[in-house]
């Protein structure tokens, strides 16, 4: 029987808090390191000003100050801070036993100090970067929960896997808090959590034709991508056949099926990107065909990454990948009529191809 235990709240809460303040201000040691740190404020009715709650000190009015004491030095240190406020994690729950998954779509609000033009310049580079870097973002995230079903409450160690997208950046309005100025800004964010399940983020896909770069492989981004085998059968059936009539009805229903042909397939939609060398000859060949170009023989790698629990790494899997697979492009076409104001997108379809030693 399933554990009946769900993601705890407080996971995401810290698991948002830790991915902001992994930024790139604290890439260059030079730089002034940006902290968020999730807070409220509230404004007094009877008073133009805000209010910050009182889990921070304040120092010379500045809310998103806190003072620090250094244990070996003790020296003081007032440490800045962005406030981040997160209503709601407005949570959407899939009703599984087994599989623990959900999607938070939280609005994050941010109180951005403006009366430094410096200070508020780097911050709002800093949210730039962060929105970007959050655009289709795969990671893990590590839980420790009791399990209740066991009476000696042990705890059960998990590994879930997080999708996280990011949504527009808003600037809202100007806010005094303490007597002080500062920007409401704010972003959406869908995080997706889940226990069990592999995501398309884990491919990469890599196409190699002689005339482009010397054969070397170039990676593609395709919108959609599918593949799979198909089987082709000759099948016969004996309705006369004497165990049919000796009354074993139920065989009757069966029929001999003999494997004709095999065959796999691997299509893609792309859009044109006249920047990529593969795509600018793909568009070109489709309009220009030649004999030549018809029947090149391509080159397809997709490298699928598997997650290691034990590295907490996503590594390349040998045995998933497709390597060096010899194919012909047998369909490269638009996926519709062209017009104007759309965009051009191809589909592709990849077939092996049985290469003579």
């Known amino acids: 029987m399933a554990i009946k235990y769900h993601i705890d709240e407080n996971a995401i809460y810290k698991f948002i808090v830790d991915t902001f303040n992994d930024n790139a201000s604290k890439i260059n040691t030079e730089a002034t390191?940006?902290?968020?740190?999730?807070?409220?404020?509230?404004?007094?009715?009877?008073?133009?000003?805000?209010?910050?709650?009182?889990?921070?000190?304040?120092?010379?009015?500045?809310?998103?100050?806190?003072?620090?004491?250094?244990?070996?030095?003790?020296?003081?240190?007032?440490?800045?801070?962005?406030?981040?406020?997160?209503?709601?994690?407005?949570?959407?729950?899939?009703?599984?036993?087994?599989?623990?998954?959900?999607?938070?779509?939280?609005?994050?609000?941010?109180?951005?100090?403006?009366?430094?033009?410096?200070?508020?310049?780097?911050?709002?580079?800093?949210?730039?970067?962060?929105?970007?870097?959050?655009?289709?973002?795969?990671?893990?995230?590590?839980?420790?929960?009791?399990?209740?079903?066991?009476?000696?409450?042990?705890?059960?160690?998990?590994?879930?896997?997080?999708?996280?997208?990011?949504?527009?950046?808003?600037?809202?309005?100007?806010?005094?808090?303490?007597?002080?100025?500062?920007?409401?800004?704010?972003?959406?964010?869908?995080?997706?959590?889940?226990?069990?399940?592999?995501?398309?983020?884990?491919?990469?896909?890599?196409?190699?034709?002689?005339?482009?770069?010397s054969g070397a492989y170039v990676e593609v981004t395709p919108i959609a991508w599918n593949y799979g085998v198909g089987i082709d059968t000759d099948g016969a059936q004996m309705l006369n056949d004497h165990t049919v009539l000796a009354g074993n009805y139920d065989k009757s229903k069966y029929i001999k099926s003999v494997v004709r042909t095999t065959a796999f397939t691997y299509a893609m939609g792309v859009q044109i990107d006249f920047n990529n060398p593969i795509l600018y000859k793909i568009f070109k060949d489709s309009r220009k065909p030649t004999p030549e170009t018809s029947t090149e023989v391509w080159k397809l790698k997709s490298e699928f990454s598997k997650f290691n629990p034990t590295t907490k790494e996503y590594e390349v899997d040998s045995e998933l990948s497709i390597i060096d697979e010899l194919c012909i492009l047998e369909a490269k076409a638009p996926v519709s009529e062209l017009s104007q104001g759309e965009k051009i997108i191809y589909s592709l379809a990849f077939v092996p191809l049985w290469a003579r030693e």
């Open 33 to 213: 390191p940006i902290d968020f740190s999730i807070g409220y404020y509230f404004m007094d009715e009877g008073s133009p000003n805000g209010t910050f709650t009182r889990r921070f000190t304040q120092q010379n009015g500045r809310f998103d100050v806190k003072k620090t004491l250094d244990d070996e030095t003790y020296l003081l240190d007032n440490t800045s801070f962005v406030p981040m406020n997160i209503s709601s994690l407005n949570a959407n729950y899939l009703a599984h036993n087994a599989i623990k998954e959900v999607t938070y779509e939280p609005q994050i609000e941010f109180l951005v100090y403006v009366e430094d033009i410096a200070v508020f310049t780097l911050i709002e580079l800093v949210l730039k970067q962060i929105r970007a870097r959050l655009i289709q973002f795969q990671t893990t995230l590590d839980v420790s929960y009791i399990n209740i079903e066991d009476v000696n409450g042990a705890r059960v160690e998990e590994t879930l896997k997080v999708i996280v997208m990011s949504g527009e950046l808003n600037y809202g309005s100007l806010v005094r808090v303490a007597g002080k100025t500062y920007l409401s800004m704010s972003m959406p964010l869908t995080i997706e959590v889940t226990n069990v399940g592999e995501y398309a983020n884990q491919e990469r896909i890599y196409l190699s034709v002689p005339s482009v770069n």
